[in-house]
């Protein structure tokens, strides 16, 4: 009862930061987005000198932490009084909520950036390139060699599977609902002793393809400065490459899943494990964007942001046509090759909607995320 009661503790508490990291990371975006964009917007580097430019930041900033603790005490409140399963529900809304309010936001003030885009006559000079001559020496993303360590923890979930069958109970927990009571068993066999291992390959997946994608996507470079944005961009990428692989490894939700599989540990202990691994990899990420910021961005900061706005009536943005961003963050250009290419707004990559690989792709990677679990809920 003890170990119970200190597992749903845990886990709720751990809980509480998956919207909190979320409010982080939101209210960080404009700070940590790319300095040749600004909501989804291209823009001069010094644009971000321009004094309203400031102000949208900040207010976006303000609004989206303001709303994101207020969504967080209601949160709280409703599980002191209606209890824990009420609780649970309402924190993953305002994870939900959160998003919407932060996008809803950001196309409130995309509108803005474009008036004073075009006030101050920026113009987006999508045709200037960059060849990057010393790309030798360049920072690139990990090998694809390195995901073989992915099954390091698959082979020793199924060894302490196997080597502790005897021991194992004659009903196995699967599942627990909100209020920690479990509402799911299955029965001992041979093919339950699969269903953490296969878990840990679905992640295994999961981070190998995102990985990949980072090591094929279009690099930003801008031709003002075309080595010193790329070499920026190359740790960014390596960085993160680093960070999925880590996250991929380190979260062994397969050996916590099964010790409850064979009896050595509660499922509710397990839950609280994963939620945790969950949020440690979410503070990783936030560390790794406001140190290296979109595209290694920050990496420079102190020589872009020495860079003004003020002079020209006309002044050149070279990050690319805001035709093809559709609302700022939905990239769609047939014209374009590239597949995966660095997002406008916050930290990562995004697709080239346009590319029908990409489709096809996505109706792979759904059926296999949904299919797998489903198989392994049949064993």
Known sequence: MIDSTIASAVFFGVLIFLPLFELVSLAAMPWITDRRECFGVSVPIGAHDDPHVGRYKMTFSLAVGFFGVACLA????????????????ALIATVFVQLI????LQQAFRHKIMAIKASNHWVVDSERH???LADRNTPKPISAAWNLLYLVPILVALVMGYANYAAMPARVALHENAAGVVD??????????WTAPGLQLLLAVIFTVAQLLIAVSKRPVDPDRPAETSYAYGLFARAWSIYML??????ALGLTLQASVIGAARLDMVGAAALAATAAALAGAIVLALFYGQ???????????????????????????????K????????????AIVPKRFGVGWTFNFARPVIWLASLAFALVVIGVPVLLALQ
Do not use: M
């Not at 209601?74 to 529900?89: D, E, M, N, T, Y």
């Not at 880590?246 to 979260?251: E, F, K, P, R």
């Not at 290694?296 to 961003?325: I, K, L, M, N």
């Open 74 to 89: 209601v949160s709280l409140l409703l599980s002191q009084i209606h209890g824990r399963a009420i609780g649970f529900w």
């Open 101 to 104: 309010v932060g996008f809803a």
């Open 130 to 132: 960059a060849a990057i």
């Open 184 to 193: 799911g068993w299955a029965s001992k066999s041979h093919g339950l002793l």
């Open 246 to 251: 880590s996250c991929g490894v380190v979260s």
């Open 295 to 325: 595209n290694g961005s920050r990496v420079f900061r102190r020589s872009q942001s020495a860079r003004s706005v003020s002079a020209p009536e006309s002044s050149t943005a070279s990050s690319g046509d805001d035709r093809f961003w």
């Open 327 to 338: 609302l700022g963050v939905f990239y769609v250009n047939r014209n374009d090759s590239a």
